[in-house]
């Protein structure tokens, strides 16, 4: 079987176990291409293409196809969120495309409905490989990790209020932060309300992370601000690691996550943090069951094999 993934401009993190399984452990034939030189590299060699991101690559690769009944490869285009708010999707050619695959969260594919896609759609959680993240076995302490980018969807200004009501309560805790600023505005506001609040001794930005396991290992939580995710993978990686989680109730939290690790307001975030429960093998075990790499591998499987049977 010939695979082709074709890599977005938005990159090929969400790709960085699938490949490899594809290539070693499934035996497939891979190739990995970029949009620019999809149409010529794909068409004629690939049994299936999979298209990373439901963006420019996928337009492209959708309509490439001649209409004279020629030898046509199964086209896969994976989703992952914020696709769904934009234009791209009403450019794709969906009728020559086989499956589209999507995190399940409701209000994602709420934003699909208009396409009436019917079975093409397959939830397709995000996954975390449980060899790669391995358990820290976290001690309780006072130090909170936030991991990602840092824009106004990420909602880190209400964060800053999370920590203010936090502190007023023990001031010994202190909030990290790998990621790289997206918006200046925002930056200038959280600069700003970090030292209106006082709270510039413990909030710290350190920028990105090559080595997130690494940089993780001496925290206690993992914490989830924003005001939208799909399916939020540095939260299940920090889980995996045994970190206990801190996730703002965003639209479709709790499709992934079970309600205690949820909080609405500051004052509920302070309550998670400070109360005496503290698992971190419960944290692990939670992302082990449900949304394990090997899991997602035999689904990926079951997709390739069903669309070539």
């Known amino acids: 079987m010939k695979i082709a993934f074709i890599v977005g401009s938005d990159g090929d993190t969400f790709l960085k176990d699938i490949i490899p399984r594809a290539m070693y452990e499934m035996g497939y034939d891979v190739r990995v291409h970029s949009v620019k030189d999809a149409e010529t590299t794909c068409e004629q060699w690939a049994d299936i293409i999979w298209v990373e991101w439901c963006t420019d690559a996928a337009m492209l690769v959708s309509n490439m196809w001649a209409s004279d009944g020629g030898r046509r490869a199964k086209i896969i285009i994976r989703l992952h969120r914020w696709e769904a708010y934009t234009d791209w999707i009403n450019h794709v050619k ?15 594919l709420k934003q699909l409905e208009p396409l009436n896609l019917g079975d093409k759609i397959i939830n397709f959680p995000n996954a975390v490989n449980m060899e790669r993240w391995e358990f820290a076995d976290p001690q309780p302490g006072k130090k909170i990790a ?16 999370c920590m203010k009501n936090l502190l007023d309560i023990d001031a010994e805790y202190k909030l990290y932060c790998a990621g790289a600023w997206q918006d200046q505005v925002v930056k200038n506001y959280v600069e700003h309300m970090i030292d209106v609040l006082g709270i510039a001794n413990n909030v710290f930005f350190e920028g990105h992370q090559e080595d997130v396991q690494n940089w993780l290992k001496d925290k206690q939580y993992i914490v989830c601000p924003s005001l939208v995710e799909g399916h939020p993978v540095a939260v299940m990686e920090g889980m995996a690691m045994g970190l206990k989680p801190l ?3 965003f639209p479709g939290a709790d499709s992934f996550f079970i309600q205690k690790w949820l909080f609405d307001v500051p004052r509920e975030f302070s309550q998670d943090v400070t109360c005496f429960q503290f698992d971190p093998k419960d944290y692990r075990d939670y992302i082990d069951f449900n949304y394990p ?3 997602q591998a035999q689904q990926i499987e079951a997709i390739f094999e069903g669309l070539l049977a």
Do not use: D, R
């Open 94 to 108: 969906w009728s020559n495309v086989e499956k589209l695959l999507v995190v399940p969260n409701p209000y994602t």
């Open 146 to 161: 936030y991991v990602g980018s840092l824009n106004l969807k990420k909602n880190i200004p209400f964060l800053l209020q």
């Open 293 to 295: 790499f090997a899991k």
């Open 247 to 249: 996730i703002h109730n």
